[in-house]
């Protein structure tokens, strides 16, 4: 796929913690309580949004209706794309997702199979644009709290960052999955564009996590101690082997106010 990515322009924005430009440390900062469990669920809902109604009691229904669509219609894209969302939506069951762990089960990782097996249907009936939903979903299944499979997590990614906004978090998001993936080159890539969104007094640090990333793509820089701001306060972090961080100290961020001759 080519690295044009070029873009113009749900539910909340998303909250950081991290140093600098917070989105980038993709590490789960689970013990911060910002919904950036593992593998960057909460990061994904700020940018994309959250979905409603995702329980997985009664779309039974929905799954049947779809597969019968899917039967009768085996070359409609939209057909196949229901039938991804209606699974997913039965994925959010506790019986196949653990909201303690904010990671899918063995069970709901069996479930997740079928569900790319229907993506891989959908996408090669080349859709003119993924909708929004079922590529939130694709991400999640794909992610760290999925089935681990950064290869396919870019080429989703891929997909949808023309469609939004140009900003330094979801490159960043694609060079982390295209450093696991060892696709250095596209990881390269994104990493400029990265560096060239952020704001210019992050853009340093944003170029060192990145580098830093790219040399260890598990993104886990375990007990090193991170400093950064955001919401009007200054947080100081550690980040244990297992990348989960501890805050160790909040205070107000200094004031920016400049006062008029």
């Known amino acids: 796929m080519l690295f044009d990515l070029r873009a113009r322009g749900r539910r909340r924005t998303v909250q950081v913690v991290y140093v600098g430009l917070a989105l980038l440390f993709l590490v789960g900062f689970v013990g911060f309580g910002v919904g950036v469990g593992g593998g960057g669920g909460g990061l994904i809902e700020g940018i994309f949004g959250g979905k ?73 009936l080349k859709p003119s644009a993924p909708t929004l939903a079922i590529t939130y979903d694709m991400i999640k299944a794909f992610g760290e709290e999925g089935l681990n499979q950064p290869t396919q997590l870019e080429a989703v990614l891929q997909l949808v960052i023309p469609t939004k906004p140009a900003n330094a978090t979801l490159y960043s998001y694609l060079a982390k999955a295209a450093y696991q993936a060892k696709d250095v080159s596209t990881g390269d890539l994104a990493s400029q564009k990265a560096v060239g969104l952020a704001p210019p007094t992050e853009r340093k640090r944003v170029k060192e996590y990145l580098a830093a990333l790219k040399k260890n793509p598990s993104g886990n820089p375990s007990n090193e101690t991170f400093t950064g701001t955001t919401n009007g306060k200054v947080y100081t972090a550690k980040v244990n082997s297992e990348g989960k961080g501890t805050v160790l100290k909040t205070s107000p961020a200094p004031s920016t106010t400049t006062t008029k001759k």
């Open 52 to 124: 409603e109604g995702s329980s997985g009691a009664g779309y039974g229904k929905q799954i049947a209706a779809a597969e019968a669509r899917t039967h009768k219609h085996p070359n409609e894209a939209a057909a196949w794309g229901a039938l991804v969302e209606a699974r997913f939506h039965e994925a959010g069951n506790s019986e196949f997702y653990d909201e303690e762990t904010q990671k899918f089960t063995d069970k709901g990782k069996e479930l997740l199979v079928k569900i790319v097996a229907d993506w891989n249907r959908y996408v090669a």
